[in-house]
């Protein structure tokens, strides 16, 4: 199992920016998708953005397209989230997540039981 150490949540007004980060440890990423997701109380987990393990296929998800860039360096096993224009809806937790398969794209990983490794969170609170 590989462990993932989320960083970076805080207290933004709406329209600043903010990344996160997560660090992985334990069992390899090689060759496996990571992805964001995020969760409010009481609503389901929800994707945010997914990273092939070369870099070079991202997926985001409608509501952070062209506003949030994610982003992963391998020799580090850490992989990124730069969220800028936040929005008050943009307030979860911020999760990260590393896939239960290895593939070469992102595509087709965008719900929460393609992944298996899961972070603590950091929580991302936008006021307006």
């Known amino acids: 199992q590989v462990q993932l150490v989320e960083s970076g949540g805080g207290l933004v007004q709406a329209g600043d920016s903010l990344t996160l980060s997560c660090a992985a440890s334990?069992?390899?990423?090689?060759?496996?998708?990571m992805a964001w997701f995020r969760q409010d109380p009481g609503k389901e987990r929800e994707f945010v953005a997914a990273?092939?393990?070369?870099?070079?296929?991202?997926r985001y998800a409608d509501s952070v397209n062209r506003r949030f860039t994610i982003s992963r360096d391998n020799a580090k096993n850490m992989i990124y989230l730069q969220m800028n224009n936040l929005k008050p809806e943009d307030t979860a937790a911020y999760y990260c997540?590393?896939?239960?398969?290895?593939?070469?794209?992102?595509?087709?990983?965008?719900?929460?039981?393609?992944?298996?490794?899961w972070g603590q969170g950091t929580q991302v609170t936008v006021s307006s």
């Open positions: 997540a590393v896939a239960r398969r290895q593939s070469l794209t992102a595509t087709g990983f965008i719900k929460s039981d393609d992944y298996d490794s």
């Open positions: 334990g069992r390899t990423t090689s060759g496996y998708t």
């Open positions: 990273i092939s393990w070369i870099g070079g296929n991202t």
